[in-house]
């Protein structure tokens, strides 16, 4: 007796979302590539009410680590060869990486358990940014999940690249120190770790870590909503300014929903209106 139905080739997979992770990482920016365990800080997973996932959670206390299988739902289109923000600027199959830019946009994460209240999972550090739609939850068995001893290609090699001490120091200008203040003072913005952390290793331009020489000759690293101004020179990185990563005509459009720290970008301009986007050679209004 032959099958009729479609074959396995021409069939979708329509997939529902049990819940959807809250976070103060809004950004890709603010979620790290891989989260540092040794950090304190929490998340919650939001389980979505009427499908008695009250139920599938029992017993799930007890396990001190899940995994979750969750949806790149910010990258519309894949590649088939990526460029890792790790390691050369070297582009990868990728399958040998994990860049979101998949065919089928699904990430999974191993995450640490703090607690189960209800519909809501207490979550350790995570790489998922606020709003990511999670498919599924399954328990971290050490037993069968952890394999250290396995080889990581690529990977390894960076990651002995990594454990070497960093190529460039990091300073900052009175004026970029002055700036870093206001914006934690005013309005609880820090990452002056993030971009030591970035520019120690290779302040070299790079697309995936937001690195750049604009049209202008300046280097420049996106920050989320910002950028930090910076010089090379030897071993050592000035980071002279930062700025508002978007021009003022996008900051007052409030057409334009997605643009973050908009409010304290434009307090910003008002504070440093040095700092205001200049127009790029042959792009003036």
């Not at 010089?231 to 990563?245: A, C, Y």
Request: glycine letters at 6%.
């Amino acid at each position: 007796m032959s099958d009729t139905g479609p074959s396995p080739e021409s069939k979708t997979l329509t997939l529902d979302p049990i819940g959807f992770v809250r976070s103060g990482q809004r950004l890709k920016f603010d979620a790290r590539h891989q989260p540092r365990e040794t950090e304190t800080e929490s998340h919650i997973l939001e389980l979505v009410p009427g499908r008695d996932l009250e139920l599938a959670l029992r017993d799930l206390a007890g396990f001190s680590r899940i995994w979750l299988i969750w949806w790149f739902d910010r990258n519309p289109t894949w590649r088939p060869l990526v460029l890792p923000p790790q390691g050369p600027a070297t582009r990868r199959g990728v399958f040998s990486t994990r860049s979101p830019h998949r065919p089928n946009p699904i990430g999974i994460t191993p995450v640490r358990l703090l607690a189960v209240e209800r519909r809501r999972l207490i979550l350790g550090p995570c790489d998922l940014v606020d709003g990511t739609p999670v498919f599924d939850i399954k328990p971290y068995i050490p037993a069968y999940d952890s394999f250290p001893g396995e080889q990581a290609g690529w990977w390894d090699e960076v990651q002995a690249e990594l454990a070497q001490p960093p190529a460039f120091r990091v300073v900052f200008s009175a004026n970029a120190a002055t700036q870093l203040q206001w914006l934690r003072e005013h309005w609880q913005i820090e990452f002056e770790s993030r971009v030591v952390e970035r520019l120690e290793r290779d302040p070299t331009p790079h697309r995936t870590r937001r690195i750049r020489r604009t049209l202008a000759g300046r280097m420049e690293l996106g920050c989320g909503g910002w950028r930090a101004i910076f010089e090379v020179s030897g071993s050592e990185v000035n980071v002279t300014s930062i700025e508002p990563g978007y021009p003022r005509r996008f900051l007052e459009n409030l057409h334009l929903t997605r643009v973050p720290d908009r409010e304290a970008q434009l307090a910003y301009l008002e504070r440093f209106p040095e700092t205001a986007m200049p127009p790029e050679p042959g792009l003036e209004a």
